[in-house]
């Protein structure tokens, strides 16, 4: 049974989705709670949940920097991001920062259960406006000497065919592999992003006690 | 006795991980199965794939295919010429490669049809391909090819290997055998003639002449005419040896297809994928010019073996945590290893004993871990002392009960005495009879003690966050800032070979003089880029060594003391870090302990590396200087190429690569231009520019210093000129008139752009508004209905509840669609073709119809204005709604294009259908009204679907 956490301050969203999730028989959601800092807390205690759902805008620490926090010490975690609107530029920041995935929350709840069981089967949504910022995220200049973690021509291929707007199947189809190799590449290139950002998260844990 | 959770937590550290670093696709190399790899005379590796072939320069990886003029993506063999040619053996014939051009000459097309698999070009000058099933070629001085096969005496026509020995006989290895030429004639050798295996992979020549050869059954060295075979009866790990590198006073190193080994006088040392190899099938084995072994695998791309200085252990060989704070050694040799999570590990030498909370251990955020006098171990943690005795954790007894955040044990051996600093509550002093705490009440000016040390003279020293504290019979002396240490936040001591004291602190790390009172510090000024310095240790070559948040250390202080410039006293440090295989980079305070075979364990937040210091090679060999590129005024320019520009086009930069594969990101370029630049500068960045060059003639030089600070003698240099100015005076009024000019559109924009800012503030500001408040009530109605309708209920219920539901979220998708247009990030033609496709395929994807795009005519970047962007999007929006509620299309073309600030937008589809008018009347009406409200036109046709064009101009 896969296990979900939820962080997000507007209470009463917070509680529909937690009760409508723990009702479903293949899913348990013991820990919703309204900051970053609460959800590390029950990290410290308890075991991580299999995926958390966490809210951008919140008190506190900003749930992008909570993904930086939480990837770093629990990797293991997937964490999709809630957001009211389709924002790309906040999307996009907190898919580097290490989300891999994003619903936006008037998602209807059926539907954002099918969503994590998807993350949770091995898939990767990326849309075009997503998928171009990505193509620029790697273009940067400054990234150039980090020459390991840049696009390999395939990934790219990938990518520009999202921004192109093709589905996975078409894309699978114009460079003749499989769907399944095309999750597998684009579940890659959020590892890419990932791997960017880490850098910046180096605090460690220790550091307060040397 | 055991306990039975105890005998569970033991097990194995399996292996450990060499330093081994890797190239494959995720670095850039074009594919992962690599057949032969070539070190050039310019000093880049070249990796030939089944998919391209790669020119590495220790940071880039740049590949050719076939449009670039290969023959054949799949590269078999590369060699080198004399003129600094590449001759290139590929599935379809030979290319040869000068600078970036790749062709075939004439005389090589028959040669197309086959797989060419080995190339050599003898000592006579002619040339020698080898071909997968048409035997070998030969080119002579006049072009000449002439093909022999087994017709000729061959033992075959498969050829895998070519090879020439001292006394100039050709010898070839093939799928059937080993045959020469000798002066004229082919003879050739099988398992009648003493051969293991007829089917042969490789072949090298050592220094003695003598051959060795790669079969199916073991290495082959062919001495006195004599075959010697080597295989797994004596060690070597799989038979099949796919290649040989560098065979020389009876060594050489092997790739087979398990794996590679080092062959010593027959004797085998062998590489698995358990020690860090990416692949176990080893197509090829070069040895580079600063003594690094590259493998290429089958699979695994390239592989370059650095040296056995690190032997790395992390969770996945087997430790429970990779937060390593702590070692020491008992007196059976064990050794224990404290981590921050994981518990106290035993370590006899071949298997691993966990002490953790489930065996007893106090806290398994363990800081400190010491053995004393009575072989009992204790164990410092977070929530105080364990003492492990004979297998068994127990508490301490009750006189140190209440310690908590226990970061240093120290036993005084000669008195019995013990000392135990906290992290938050001063030191405590057990003198044998009483416990005393020193604290900032009393002795200390801080309350973190972080190290103890006894010095010769029976002192103990204590690093505390409030300087150097010593402790004498009683007496403290400190010793802070105001002594000349670079912090009071001192993190540990060490004691050199001399007895001088060497401080670690916040702030860089000092050589102590305590009876003058003076330090000698070394922090961020000195080349180092970090201040952090947690521990130091000395080896037996007198180097130290200092562990810090980037790496390792090694400080020569001899050669500091020597230095003459502030760059040769740089160059007395020499950083290691995980690119030379350190486990990672950052190192734990107490993290270090010094064996008695001369190895260093060092504690890291990514494990444990165990470090052999007299095994850790100076490097001899500097790195080449490349221009990977020359910009000048704007342009690219070949390095070859001596250039004259005008006066006023002098700006310059330069690109170098400094190439090495031991610590590429670790090279020191020196560089000066000869004509401005007085003295040499040093710099990590391979960008240099000049930004203003005065007119003259110039040659810029430059060379490069290796990470063991080894600098290259060879100078590579560019030279160009920049003419004088003909009109001194007309360059001057342009210059006066460009400042006026310039003063009025500062002012002029200096306005504009304030009032453009204030109205996007506004934008930004009402965007956000209505994301907090109205978008988050009509969510939370959204999900409301949604969970009602899990319940049962009656239709008429349940049929309200999901139109509740659809509306609240039609409301949130027009708020979204508003917030979008309104703020000021989203300001691009980009952003707003990526919503457009967002929407179409959200809508319409799902229904099976194919959406065909075309933007290409438009300029991603460009600015629109808001309610152009708007509109268009509506009346796109609008559109793609129509053809989902009333055509039967399968097929829809969007199109935007611009031409200068005109701009069409088309959306047609192919349905039969068509509309029925009435009900799309308000959706039609509204693009003709969001149409009229940018002062664009709007056409609409609805004979076959649906044919919407929208054309206007930006402003």
Sequence with gaps: MAVIGIVEDNKKIRDLIQRYLDMQDELQCPVAVDSVEEMLDYLEKYDPPDVLLMDIQLPGMSGIKGIGIIKQKY?????????????????????????????????SLPEIKESIQTLIEGGAPMSPQIARKVINHFKKPEKKSKVEYDLTPREQDIVNGLVDGLSYKLIADRFDISIDTVRAHIRNIYKKLHVNSKAEVIAKSLRGEI | MLTLVFILSAGDLISQQLPFRSYSIQQGLSESVVHDMYEGSRGYLWIATGYGLNRFDGTEIRSYYQHHGLNNNHVNAIT??????????????????????????????????????????????????????????????????????????????NIRDITQDHNDVLW?????????????????FTTSQGLPDNNLHALAVDNFNNLWIGTDRGLVVREDQEFQTYNTDHGLIHNSVLSIARPENGTAWLGTEEGAAYFDNGNFRNFTTSDGLTSNIIQEIIVDREENIWFGTLGGGANIYLGDYFHNYTEDEGLPNNVVTGFTRDSDGNHWIATFGGGVIRYDGNEVQIFNENNGLVDNRVFTVYSDSED????????????????????????????????????????GERWIGTYQDGVYHYDGDRLTVYDDTNHLENNTVMNLQKDSEGRIWMATYGGVVVYDNGEFTRYTIEDGLPSNGIISLFFDHDERLWVSTFNGFARFDTENRIAETFDSRFGLSTTLAYFMFQDHNQHYWIGTNIGLIRFDYERYRQAETVVQQDLSFELVNREQGLVTNEMNAGGVFQDEDLSVWLGTVEGISRFFPERFKHRPVPPRVEFKEIVFAGQTVSPDQRITRRHDRNFLQFELTGITFTAPSRVLFEYRLDGVDEGWTQSHDPTVRYPSLSPGEYSFQVRAYNSSGVRGETISSYDFEIAPPIWLQWWFFLLVGLIIMGGILFIYNYYRVRKMVE????????????????????????????????????????????NIGEHSRRIVSTLDDIVWSIDARNDTVGDLTDRMQDHANKVLSSKGVTLDFNFSQVNTDRELPVQVKENLYLIFKESINNIAKHSNADKVAIRLSMDGKKYLLNVLDNGSKGTNGRKTGQGLRNI?????????????????GFNVKVTGSLN
């Excluded at chain 1, 997937?78 to 936006?104: C, N, P, Q, R, W």
């Design chain 2, 172 to 188: 070839f290895a093939t799928s059937n055998g080993l045959t020469n030429l000798d002066a004229g004639n082919f003879n050739t």
């Design chain 1, 75 to 107: 990797p293991e975690i997937e964490i999709i991001m809630l957001t009211i609107y389709h924002d790309s530029h906040k999307i996009f920041d907190s898919l580097v920062a290490g989300a891999s995935g994003y619903l936006l929350k008037h998602t």
């Design chain 2, 928 to 944: 003709d009204m969001r149409a009229k409200r940018m002062n664009a036109e709007a056409l609409i046709e609805r004979e076959n």
């Design chain 2, 759 to 802: 109205i996007e503030r506004m934008r930004v500001q009402i965007a956000s508004d209505l994301h907090d408040d109205v978008g988050a009530s009509l969510t939370e109605l959204a999900l409301q209905t949604d969970f009602l309708r899990t319940g049962k209920l009656d239709s008429h219920v349940e049929d309200t509840l999901k």
């Design chain 2, 80 to 157: 080198e010429d004399e003129e600094g040619r590449f001759w290139i053996g590929t599935a379809s014939g030979v290319n040869v490669m000068e600078r970036d051009s790749i062709w075939t000459p004439s005389y090589l097309e028959d040669l197309r049809l086959y797989s060419v698999t080995a190339i050599l070009k003898d000592h006579l000058g002619s040339w020698w391909f080898g071909t997968e099933g048409a035997g070998v070629w030969i080119l002579d001085s006049n072009n000449q090819l002439t093909q022999y096969t087994n017709i000729h005496g061959l033992s075959a026509d």
């Design chain 2, 376 to 415: 009992l171990l204790w164990a410092g943690t977070r929530s105080g002392i364990s003492i492990i005795r004979d297998g068994e954790v127990q508490a301490p007894g009750q006189l140190y009960e209440g310690l908590r955040l226990v970061r240093a044990i120290y036993e005084d051996n000669e008195t």
